[in-house]
């Protein structure tokens, strides 16, 4: 608790195969993480919670003390603004950008180290940078989202009846499609299903199918991709985008 009476989050990274802790990282985490993820190669951790984002790069010895090894001091910070709260957060495929869904807009920020990093200080005087804005969509509410085509597209909801697909760079609309949650696919009205119709239908997950053959070519050639879309209804739906 700091000086004001606020919790702060600690990450304990630990050695399951020892049972060892080996590092305790304190942030500047006010709310529980959303998310937590480390680099391919356990170079960069990232760290997600309703008020703020941070980045953790490998200290400079790590691989002489052990990998995945984090320094005691966060290199990227974002604090949110009054307000603002994230929803959701997902990494790129290759780790050069983490895509923010808040309560009042959707967003892409730079997780690369740049010459150009705007240079901060937490509350603790010590220096780290911001995590500098690429692109911006305001006035979007996202239940959940999805980078698909090996990260060239944005697959979101933000209504319960459709799916937006946009482009990575830019945030551009590309296409929409339909969702048939409305129409009841696959079942038979009943008293229950109507009572159910009648509470809001939401999109609560969003995954990419994997590219493997499926009897034929086509499926390979086209370009397009197959999603599996869970509703808040408890429904499960594979369409092809």
Known sequence: VDSRGRGTCLIKLINFAQSAQLQTLTTRHRQPLLQLDYAP????LLSCSGDCLQLWIEKKDAQATWPGAMSHQAYKHL???????????KVHPNWSSVLLAT????EVRDLRRNSSDVGICDESGHACVTFSLKWRRDNMQVTAAAFVSQGNMLAVSDRGDRLLLLTYHGLHPAKRC????INGVGRTVSSSSENRRRSICVVTAITECPDVPRGSDEWRST???????????????????
């Open 41 to 44: 190669d356990s170079a960069q």
């Open 79 to 89: 604090d949110f603004p009054l307000g603002t709260e994230l929803q959701i957060a």
């Open 103 to 106: 309560n009042e807009a959707l």
């Open 178 to 181: 339909a969702l048939p949650w």
């Open 223 to 241: 370009g397009s991709s197959h999603l599996a879309i869970a509703s808040s209804w408890g429904d499960v739906l594979l369409v092809k985008v």
